[in-house]
């Protein structure tokens, strides 16, 4: 009998993100796949679920679980797995992934594992793979107590892969302790963005304190355009507030993983690493010959990145036809 894997499904902008998917894809590939799924979401939030690998999903959609973080879903999902005794829960390296799973370990007395690259369920203990010093060593931690063990997953880790099936579906009651209605949400803020999401882009163009000032981004966006990709930064660029921290790529900013990545003026800390090291081909525009970045990419330009860009961007319009 296989083992029983579930995933805590998220939601935002009204999508389970992309991922839940790669969760429950990997989860399907290692076990039997499950998903937990509380609040509002899309009229098809179900089926996508099961089309990525969820024989059955939890369901509550009372608005509970969106209005008041963390405590509720911790609530139900303690009791769910205290019912039904899950060998492996899974969660995104999200906020909200965060809070609920350190919540849950807390409360359940179960082990933990975060920042997970990857993972194998083994004779009754899970091994999970974790990425150190942007990708170059690859550290194991084992989780070898009894019991359900939580692991929270980096984006990208996993290749989301659809398959022809459908879920049941079994319904669970929202909590009715008041006491899980402390931390309610007042507002929410959408941050408006520039072009394609980064999590989704297959090609991004990043900048780093190599281009100087915020309005040298212009060009990057004009490039990024030209290749229907999108803009990313790094996090010295957001500090200064040159673009908005929605742009940041790095271990404290967003994980992608493009067809192509251009990196502009970027030295190649290791924190930037961290998050672009899983693209494909890594194009890297630096003056310095000796930046760290050069070790890591498949074609380097050492140049000056305002007369380099410039020119990829004439050679793309001619190539175009605009």
Known sequence: MSELIWVYAEVVEDKITPTTLELL????EEGTAEAILLGPAPDDAVQTLANYGASKVYRSADPVFRDYLTLPAVETLAGLVRKYQPALMLFAASYGGRDVAAALSALLDAGAITDVGDFALKGGSVEATIPALGGSYQ?????????????????????????AQTAAIEEVAPPSDPSVRKIYVRERVTVQREGPQLEGANVIVAGGRGLKAAEHFDMLRQLAELLGGAIAATRAVVDAGWVPYSLQVGQTGKTVKPNLYIACGISGAVQHLTGMRGSKTIVAINKDPEAPIFQFSDLGIVGDLFKVVPQLIEEVKERKGR
Request: glycine share 4%; no cysteine.
């Open 139 to 163: 550290n194991t931690s084992t989780l070898v107590s009894p019991g359900t063990k939580i692991l929270l997953v980096r984006p990208k880790s996993f290749d989301a892969r659809e398959r």
């Open 25 to 28: 894809s990997k989860a399907a």
